[in-house]
């Protein structure tokens, strides 16, 4: 079992919570015209990313976005958050993230351009999303470097996903990180020849947690 002794000066968690209301509901006025191919560059299907299109549906609805990787843009707001550390368990990222449907008057302008521009469609039919990510990771003057940590958690039911949330701010809170980066590289035999997904299996039942479920595609 991890250890659970509370090591609260590593990790703060922020005020931050999810918007309940999965929809944009005003039509944007941005866009005079039909929308062009371009205004779907990069269109992300089962992520949280935005194409210029909902980015413009963003601003109109009043609704922060923020860089996120170079060209990538996302609802997110912080979770977690950690000060400067440069070795032991560091936290690489936390987020809460959100992606949105479309209703009224949003969604009757989608249906309009539809018409000329079926691409439309990828919009109208996105779910309300939400989703929780979690990166910590482990470095130290011996030249280990490793991922204690990576969870990410995301869904349609905002009620089921904001549980989740809840359930993982207590486990994280109470875990002593820098412990449990010292005991996952004692262990390393178990975990580090297995894939992507196994690895990640085998610390969520060390740590236990939920496994992981992300990439859930968003289309209706």
């Known amino acids: 079992m991890p250890p659970s002794t509370p090591h609260q000066e590593m990790l703060r968690l922020t005020n931050n919570k999810f918007n309940p209301d999965g929809y944009w509901r005003h039509a944007t006025d941005s866009m005079l015209f039909v929308p062009l191919v371009e205004d779907f560059t990069l269109f992300d299907q089962n992520g949280f990313d935005l194409c210029p299109l909902e980015q413009r549906f963003a601003n109109c609805n009043k609704t922060k976005f923020f860089n996120h990787r170079e060209h990538r843009h996302a609802i997110k707001t912080p979770w977690f958050e950690q000060r400067h550390r440069i070795e032991g368990a560091i936290l690489n990222h936390s987020y809460l993230f959100e992606r949105k449907g479309y209703a009224d008057s949003a969604r009757e302008q989608l249906l309009c351009w ?91 039942d060390y740590f236990g947690i939920p496994r992981e479920r992300f990439k859930m595609v968003a289309w209706a």
């Open 114 to 204: 539809s018409e000329q521009m079926p691409m439309c469609h990828k919009l109208i039919q996105l779910r309300p999303k939400w989703g929780l990510d979690f990166s910590m990771d482990w470095v130290d003057r011996a030249g280990n470097a490793f991922e204690v940590l990576h969870w990410e958690y995301d869904g349609f039911d905002f009620e089921e996903v904001d549980l989740v949330r809840q359930y993982m701010e207590e486990k994280i809170k109470s875990i002593d990180w820098q412990q449990a980066g010292r005991d996952i590289l004692k262990n390393k035999d178990q975990w580090h020849h297995l894939d992507f997904f196994a690895q990640s299996d085998w610390k969520c």
